[in-house]
RNA sequence: GGCCCGUUCGUCUAGUGGUUAGGACUCAUGGUUUUCAUCCAUGCAACAGGGGUUCGAUCCCCCUACGGGCUGCCA
């Protein structure tokens, strides 16, 4: 078993056909049940429909989806949406909406949790039958009672397991009696350790778990109940998920041994944290995947930047693309500890990806955030815009929105910034550079620059004092695309319109 | 309280029983550029603390502190 472990932590299954002698890299054999499994992983991602995919989520279903593409394995996803207070249809179309976004696809049906409570009944009946749970008829309140009682008496709280060997006549008796009961598994002696694929050995005494419930008073199963039986009905080989299910894994595992089911591997990966070092919550500025698509990031800058929080690719490499990560990606480059969401980074990021796209994938990029982009504009006239700006932007919509002054004829100006950019002078040469750009002849770069040495020479000063008012006038910001380019794209005409307007704020 | 997990620049991280503890982002400064952005260069900046083990510990062990998770008839 441990072959496997360091198999699955340190290598591809393409890497270990069993001819190299890589280190940690042992064949198979054929009597490990889980052998076939292994060969072709089946992974799933289990969220709950009670939020919009949250970014921390959207981690945990990339890791699980590079390890499946990875190794040739399967991708699942379950909805557990068995808190019927909490999870809403609608957070259930959110969350596949964001999946599809990322590019995450899953294979086969979803599995609809709730969908599967006949098995869990059955898993239960099963478990009592074998003996491996028990009836527990320990009311709400005295089990509060002995909590309280404990904790004043500054004792380790422990579930006495009175019912634990109750005969079937006593058990009868008290069901008769309309006491009502949950079911318990009957926690063996000893420990329970597994090898997590980040973590590495996780040890724990049976005696700190208690005999936990794994079906309420109502009947209706539990948490560490439900996941175990869920996960082995899917057949899931690898089991990855945020590290705040570590504590709860080895009840899991308990599940597992008592229904006789194979345990799957276990890989918990690290918690990510806001700015503040606590937990991403609804506190911090954006956690779900939906505001960032709606910042302008792209699906491949989040699964890039989400990819490098907690994982490293053992190399200088930082920009990656989907086939990269599945290439690169290694359980034993995941880290330990938690990590803080860094948006500057994930700008950086953005920014990398942007200067590598071209002009064509921009726009639908833009055109699939604001599909009234750019309307009623010519297409060829739109990629010169995206070109322009695509080098200083950051997001897609800082694409969209410094396209903003190519779409109209008149600005609004920025009263601030005309007062501090105007005075006489730099009057004085839009002026001129109004009335050179009328006698124009070839609407031409070259033709620009004479008439800006011109301006640089009638005025005696340098290109800087020529640029900037011409550059505020008909851009309305101090800063973007060349001031040739600008001109050009922009036209005579609107370049007319504009300078005409600013001289009439101006003036 | 108990159990489990973690702790290298502000952030993401690399790293080894002997290193000037490396890179990236951010920030600062300078250079290139018609502005901005890019790009280039330089700089600031870290081994949580205390004990061991050792000739020598950031690295191995123990303790403490801090942080997180679990401890529920939530998932």
Redesign the pocket.
Same mark, same amino acid.
């Given at each position: 078993m441990i072959n496997y472990i360091e198999f699955w932590r340190h290598g591809r299954a393409v890497e270990c056909t069993g001819l190299e002698n890589q280190q940690g890299c042992k064949p198979f054999r054929g009597s490990n049940p889980l052998a076939s499994a292994m060969k072709n992983p089946r992974v799933r991602f289990a969220p709950?429909p009670t939020g919009y995919l949250h970014i921390g989520g959207a981690r945990t279903a990339l890791f699980n989806w590079l390890f499946a593409k990875q190794n040739n394995g399967k991708f699942l996803l379950r909805i557990?949406?068995? =808190?019927l207070? !909490?999870s809403k249809d609608e957070y259930i179309d959110q969350i596949t909406d964001a999946l599809k976004w990322l590019g995450l696809n899953w294979d086969e049906d979803i599995v609809l949790?709730s969908k599967n409570n006949d098995r869990h009944q059955e898993m239960v009946a099963k478990m009592l039958k074998d003996g491996t749970a028990y009836k527990c008829f320990?009311?709400?309140e005295e089990?509060d009672n002995l909590r309280k009682e404990s904790e004043q008496r500054?004792e $380790?709280?422990r579930?006495p397991q009175t019912f634990r060997n109750l005969s079937p006549e006593k058990e009868k008796a008290l069901i008769e009696e309309g006491k009502?009961f949950?079911v318990r598994l009957k926690v063996p002696k000893g420990e329970t350790e597994f090898n997590d694929l980040v973590?590495?050995?996780?040890?724990?005494?049976n005696k =700190?778990l #208690?005999d936990? $419930?794994i079906a @309420?008073? =109502?009947g209706?199963p539990?948490?560490?109940f439900?996941v175990a039986v869920d996960d082995a009905d899917m057949k899931i080989s690898h089991v990855i998920r945020g #590290?705040?299910? *570590?504590?709860?894994t080895p009840k899991q595992i308990l599940v597992y041994k008592a229904l006789e089911l194979d345990v799957p591997i276990f890989a918990h990966l690290?918690?990510i *944290?806001g700015?503040d070092?606590? !937990?991403l919550s609804k506190r911090h500025a954006a956690t779900n995947v939906q505001e960032y698509k709606e910042k302008g990031f792209t699906s491949k800058v989040i699964l890039n930047y989400l990819s490098? *929080? /907690?994982?490293?690719p053992?190399s #200088?490499k930082?920009i990656f693309d989907e086939n990269e990560l599945i290439n690169s990606f290694q359980f034993k480059?995941v880290?330990?500890?938690?990590?803080?969401f =860094?948006e500057?980074?994930l *700008?950086?990021i953005s920014?990398?990806h942007l200067?590598e796209m071209s002009v064509r994938d921009l726009m639908n990029e833009i055109y699939a955030l604001n599909s009234g982009w750019g309307d009623g504009l010519e297409w060829e006239y739109l990629k010169e815009v995206v070109k322009l700006i695509k080098? @200083?932007s950051k997001t897609i919509t800082e694409i969209a929105s410094m396209s903003e002054i190519f779409f109209t004829d008149k600005l609004d100006y920025d009263s601030d910034l005309l007062s501090k950019t105007y005075n006489d002078k730099s009057i004085a040469i839009i002026k001129d550079f109004k009335s050179a750009l009328t006698s124009i002849e070839n609407w031409s770069r070259v033709e620009l620059e004479n008439i800006f040495e011109n301006l640089m020479e009638q005025h005696d000063v340098a $290109? /800087?004092q020529v640029?900037?008012p011409i @550059?505020v006038a008909l851009s309305g910001i101090?800063? /973007?695309? /060349? $001031?040739?380019?600008l001109i050009l794209l922009l036209g005579k005409d609107i370049c007319q319109i504009r300078l005409r307007h600013t001289l009439s704020e101006v003036e």
């Open positions: 709950s557990e949406d068995t =808190d207070e !909490r949790q320990l009311q709400k089990l500054k $380790i709280f579930v009502s949950t973590y590495g050995s996780i040890k724990v005494q =700190d #208690d936990f $419930i @309420r008073s =109502d209706s539990t948490y560490n439900v #590290d705040d299910h *570590l504590a709860n690290p918690m *944290l700015s070092k606590k !937990r490098l *929080l /907690g994982w490293n053992d #200088d930082e480059q880290q330990k500890k938690s990590a803080v =860094d500057k980074k *700008l950086w920014q990398q200067s080098d @200083r $290109i /800087g640029m900037k @550059r101090p800063f /973007g695309p /060349g $001031i040739f380019d």
